[in-house]
């Protein structure tokens, strides 16, 4: 929010210098990131240093840039465009030639009945160049254009460094004085700040003039509005209906009749431009100021097209929400097809505007507009927040409103705007309100004790400074003994009750006694346990463990689609979201799985090889009841084996056996033993012969394999094969990891290799059980390095070789090794039909 000193300066006087004010208002939660001089110098600092805050701007020179006034204008002699101005700067009279179109209506009319004032610079002056893009510095230097000399101008916004307007000159109010310096008539410095969202009640510049009263102990000068004399009630020409209050708690209505539609004065436009806003109207500049000035949002409808409306009966303005396929064409042209979720204004013969968010086009302000209706009103943050976002309308009115802006405001901004509009538009207000109240909010009451302060805060203070503090900021404060009972003024919507509303409480007295006054003390109440989480501490090791077997972390939202879930065959109930941000983000995803598939088929084109791993929830429709929240590890790896490079051209590509290693080092880095693989024989997902289910203790642990050639033509991966996993994490972690130790042996080991001929059918796993169980002890390693297939064997056999390590308390003699090895084949053949190899 942009917020020009001297506006501030209407309700509280301050002395600091500009800097010193940046800093206090930041270090009280109004972070200025900016200051711009305008007019005013920029404070000089010492060598070697720079300012806290980012600065800059123009200094209009005291001598060479005044005010000035017109008293005729003249035609050039040689060029159509251009016009002589017979000009007085307060000492004399200069013939300055300009060319600004908004003089163009004054050529030729001899004296003026009433001098033009306007800002004039002279020769040598340093302004910003008009006709250039952005901001170029030029000197006005002693020079001819078509004949005539030229040395000075009449200067316009551009050129002064207010905004980038350089359609015409400046036209100054009459209360401007010749000659005085421009600097002193209207210089200023404008603070960027950025409004938290804490601190949304400070979206105004009465609301910044509070906290600067506040920090500086200056007192805070309210606005003073005057009841509007004259004009007959409204209260039989315009009703109210409020269909949801919950919506709309307030909505006020005022009348203003008989105005003329003009450009506002010069300060005010001035104002509007340094705050950032264009102005447009006196009337619509006169709600824009006001919301500006004290935080409420208006709207300025044109009262008699609402009558021929309404057929000439008394207005009915009804606030509801859109009824479906209602449209309505907003002030910026466009017609909108409307939500059910959105709010709007309405008469008997349809919407009039969108709610807290823009107004409509059939009922805006003309030149031709004379009789006003004025509202003001109160809405659901969260419901205009959301419209503003379906629509895609952000707007200064929506900015507030979405942060929230209390009733209390409403009445309070009609009655200030009305009388803006009188003394800039001329008109007659009706002296009172139409206001429709029916759901008042209650101010939190909030008790606090020095005690509170001093544990919390670690601050000695009495009940009566608490009290001092928060009156500052107009908090309504009843001091008994120790106790200060605590009040929430009318333009408060932050402060919470009980637990909450005192830690609120408590921040407004840190903020007011100044976060760096606050001394360094140690903590006086005991530490609490320090507990540790083992459920997420050992997610975190699964993580160390993934990421050092080669995967790569990702992170996906947790919204999706059904489209993208179809995808992998994911169908079924599923949650969906009340208020998705998109579309393609409606439901909650009940496959961790679909979502790296996801991720994998962006990056497919990218990488040569891709491995994937996510730790994450998974969301289980339980009707109406809150989901069940499962949590899921996935994994995919996809592409090529090795990288290439300039000593190997090789181009396998990952397969099922790559994801196996994977799974089988996860295990085994969580110390999980007698963990056993089962083939899959059925999966919609997963290719036929390549998948696996992960066994422990009965229970899957997880499933594993290649993606079937259906779902795998369903994405853009190329033709590498995919290779996925899914765990259910709950159940993975869940199991208590067995750590053995085994000392170091003090004898060698027999080292031995064995091929067996076996069924194809039969698992490798199985065969490696069966050794394990007969050589007992003494086989302390098995390890299968390689699987043969062929005629030499037999058709339907497969042979596997196994290298074997035997190892004893003693030195093992090749009689003893050899007993436990014939019983090893005779075992095998004997439960597997298995044929040693020779």
């Not at 109004?30 to 800059?56: N, W």
């Not at 919506?247 to 431009?273: A, C, D, H, M, T």
């Not at 709950?730 to 990891?737: A, C, F, G, Q, Y």
Request: aromatic share 6%.
């Amino acid at each position: 929010m942009k917020v020009p000193l001297s506006w501030l300066r209407d309700f509280v006087d301050i002395h600091l210098p500009v800097e010193d004010l940046a800093r206090k208002l930041t270090a009280a939660g109004l972070e200025v990131d900016s200051i711009r001089y305008v007019g005013l110098p920029v404070p000089e600092t010492k060598a070697g240093e720079r300012h806290e805050f980012k600065s800059d701007g123009i200094a209009w020179d005291r001598e060479k840039i005044v005010v000035a006034e017109i008293y005729e204008v003249m035609p050039h002699p040689n060029a159509d465009r251009l016009v002589l101005c017979d000009l007085f700067d307060g000492r004399e009279k200069h013939i300055v030639l300009t060319g600004a179109p908004n003089l163009y209506p004054y050529k030729g009319q001899g004296k003026l009945p009433r001098p033009i004032k306007v800002a004039y610079a002279k020769e040598g002056a340093t302004l910003y160049d008009g006709h250039a893009d952005g901001q170029t510095l030029m000197t006005l230097k002693r020079t001819k254009i078509r004949g005539v000399e030229s040395y000075s101008m009449a200067c316009s916004e551009k050129e002064l460094g207010i905004s980038d307007d350089h359609e015409g000159i400046i036209f100054l109010d009459d209360d401007a004085i010749p000659g005085t310096p421009l600097a002193d008539y209207m210089g200023d410095v404008v603070f960027e700040i950025s409004i938290l969202p804490n601190m949304a009640r400070c979206a105004n510049i009465f609301g910044i003039a509070r906290e600067v009263a506040a920090l500086t102990g200056q007192p805070l000068k309210k606005p003073q509005i005057r009841e509007q004399a004259g004009g007959s009630p409204i209260r039989d020409l315009v009703k109210i209906r409020i269909e949801n209050p919950e919506l709309n708690p307030r909505f006020v209505l005022g009348l203003i009749r008989n105005v003329e539609i003009k450009p506002s004065p010069y300060w005010v436009q001035r104002r509007l431009r340094l705050a950032g806003m264009r102005p447009i109207n006196n009337v619509v500049d006169a709600t824009n100021y006001t919301m500006l000035e004290i935080g409420e949002p208006l709207h300025a409808f044109d009262y008699d097209v609402l009558v021929r409306r309404a057929g000439g009966q008394p207005v009915t303005i009804i606030t509801r929400t859109a009824r479906p396929g209602e449209k309505l064409t907003t002030l910026d042209g466009v017609e909108r097809t409307l939500s059910e979720n959105n709010v709007l204004v309405c008469d008997s013969a349809g919407a009039l505007s969108i709610a807290g968010v823009m107004g409509g086009q059939e009922s805006e302000i003309t030149e031709a507009t004379r009789n006003i209706l004025l509202e003001g009103a109160a809405w659901n943050f969260i419901n205009i927040r959301r419209t503003a976002r379906e629509h895609n309308l952000p707007s200064e009115a929506s900015y507030r409103f979405s942060r929230g802006v209390h009733p209390a405001l409403a009445d309070v901004g009609v009655r200030r705007c009305l009388e803006w509009m009188a003394a800039w538009a001329g008109g007659v207000a009706a002296p009172d309100l139409v206001d429709a109240y029916p759901l008042p909010p209650v101010d939190p009451t909030v008790e606090v004790t020095p005690r509170d302060v001093r544990r919390l805060l670690g601050i000695e203070m009495s009940a009566e400074q608490i009290a001092d503090l928060l009156r500052r900021v107009e908090f309504e404060c009843q001091v008994d003994g120790d106790t200060v009972t605590v009040k929430t003024p009318p333009y408060r919507m932050d402060i919470g009750e009980g637990v909450v509303g005192l830690a609120d409480v408590l921040e407004e007295v840190a903020r007011l006694y100044g976060i760096e006054n606050i001394p360094e003390t140690r903590m006086a109440d005991p530490l609490p346990p320090q507990l540790g989480n083992p459920a997420y501490e050992r997610e975190e090791h699964l993580r160390d463990i993934l990421v050092n077997l080669g995967l790569q972390e990702v992170i996906t939202y947790r919204p999706t689609s059904q489209e993208r879930e179809a995808r992998l065959g994911i169908g079924g109930e599923a949650v969906r979201i009340a208020n998705p941000i998109a579309p393609e983000r409606s439901i909650l995803r009940r496959s961790l799985l679909a979502s790296v598939l996801d991720i994998t088929e962006k990056n497919a084109r990218l990488r040569e090889s891709l491995a994937f791993f996510e730790i994450g929830p998974v969301f289980v429709s339980r009707g109406n009841d809150l989901p069940d929240e499962p949590r899921k590890l996935a994994i995919v790896l996809t592409g090529k084996r090795y990288s290439q490079a300039w000593d190997s051209k090789s181009s396998a590509l990952l397969d099922f056996y790559d994801l196996k290693g994977i799974v089988a080092g996860m295990l085994d880095a969580l110390a999980l033993r007698g963990v056993s693989y089962e083939p899959l024989r059925e999966s919609p997902i997963y290719h036929p012969g390549k998948c696996a289910q992960v066994i422990y203790d009965g229970k899957i642990l997880g499933v594993f394999g290649e993606l079937h050639p259906t779902i795998h033509a369903r994405y853009e991966f190329g033709n590498a094969p995919v290779l996925g996993a899914e765990f259910d994490l709950d159940l993975l972690l869940s199991v208590e990891p067995v750590y053995t130790i085994r000392p170091v042996p003090e004898f060698p080991p027999v080292l031995e290799d064995i091929a067996v001929v076996v069924d194809d059918a039969v698992p490798a796993a199985q065969v490696e059980a069966l050794i394990r169980q007969t050589g007992g002890k003494m086989v302390t390693s098995v390890r299968l390095f390689d699987v043969f297939r062929g005629e030499q064997i037999g058709r339907g056999k497969k042979s596997l070789a196994y290298s074997l390590t035997y190892q004893a308390d003693k030195t093992l003699t090749d009689d003893e090794v050899a007993t436990v090895r014939n019983k090893i084949v005779q075992r095998l053949q004997r439960e597997l039909g298995a044929v040693l190899r020779t």
